[in-house]
């Protein structure tokens, strides 16, 4: 049986110009500029799988896509062979006879750890199933005064309203319990960055309120000592919504109660928030008193602890 759905130029309109950067719970809002897509984009068996998908979560899973998909931004194209910089990055799409195969990584390692209703609320307009994606940056030649481009291969990558998602390839069929635990820190790093990047997750009054934002700070340890984590200059709420989030998701328990040294002032940006639990960074208990909040407040509102998440990112610490 065919499904198709496609983006009205009626409602995509409306859509962007009520907001450009938000996908909304039950409505499929993209950023930037999008075509219309129609799915099933084949009649293979894993078709219908992407189909479902799509009518749970509103989120396009693509094997078939252009140029457009890939590099276009609001302010334009992004092709690192085109920038001075060397910057962005490059996929290749998914090869069809391994598809099955990543779209149970995708589901392992990524869709199975959230609630349906978080996924249908924070997953992007897009993801991309690729069997290449790579982490485009440049490097500068002081002999030619040029920079030079150099990739790496990653799990995947986030831009704009898209994830770019890797292993559509025989990769997949290899994979090893470590080349798996690697893959799901990557993709739900991703996520949550890209989350934060749409600002789709705000946080909440009891939050803000807090901490003090409006005094000025000068050292890691003042804003540690409030229960800011996300630096101690030009600090917002949001940010610091945020760099919870991600602490959560990228770290294990273990590591953010490990003791560490309060980082010196000049370091920026904010390093990684390991340690932050312990005593020793978390000096008044402002740090677990906020961390905390944010970690009750999905489990309460969307059914998921994101901080499982960063176990199972890091299963040895």
């Avoid at 998914?94 to 869709?111: D, H, M, N």
């Avoid at 924070?122 to 990739?151: H, M, Q, R, W, Y």
């Avoid at 790093?189 to 939050?207: G, H, Q």
Wanted: glycine residues 6%; neutral net charge; proline residues 4%.
């Amino acid at each position: 049986m065919n499904y198709k759905y496609t983006l009205s130029l009626l409602t995509l309109c409306a859509l962007l110009i009520l907001n450009s950067c938000k996908k909304e719970e039950g409505a499929l809002t993209p950023s930037g500029s999008i075509d219309s897509y129609v799915l099933p984009q084949g009649n293979n068996a894993f078709d219908n799988t992407i189909v479902g998908y799509y009518q749970k979560y509103n989120s396009y899973l693509l094997y078939k896509f252009n140029r457009k998909d890939i590099y276009w931004r609001p302010d334009g194209y992004n092709i690192p062979d085109e920038r001075e910089d060397k910057t962005g990055h490059e996929v290749e799409m998914a090869e069809v006879a391994y598809i099955p195969a990543q779209l149970e990584l995708i589901k392992t390692s990524f869709f199975d750890l959230y609630s349906d209703k978080f996924l249908k609320k924070f997953l992007p307009a897009k993801i991309l199933l690729c069997s290449k994606v790579d982490s485009v940056s440049g490097v500068f030649d002081f002999e030619t005064l040029k920079f030079k481009k150099s990739a790496v291969s990653v799990g995947a990558y986030t831009y704009d309203n898209s994830i770019c998602v890797n292993y559509g390839n025989v990769k997949v069929t290899t994979m090893t319990a470590a080349d798996k635990v690697v893959f799901l820190k990557k993709i739900n790093t991703m996520f949550v960055d890209n989350i934060a990047a749409r600002s789709l997750s705000l946080p909440t009054t009891e939050f803000t309120n807090s901490a003090d934002y409006a005094s000025s700070m000068t050292t890691y340890a003042e804003a540690y000592g409030r229960g800011i984590i996300a630096g101690f200059s030009a600090t917002s709420p949001s940010m610091d919504w945020n760099m919870y989030i991600r602490a959560m998701v990228t770290l294990s328990e273990t590591k953010l109660n490990q003791e560490v040294q309060v980082p010196a002032s000049d370091i920026y940006p904010a390093p990684e928030p390991v340690g932050i639990l312990n005593p020793v960074i978390d000096t008044n208990g402002q740090i677990r008193k906020r961390y905390t909040l944010v970690r009750n407040y999905f489990i309460n509102t969307y059914g998921v602890d994101l901080q499982t998440i960063g176990n199972a990112a890091n299963p040895s610490n």
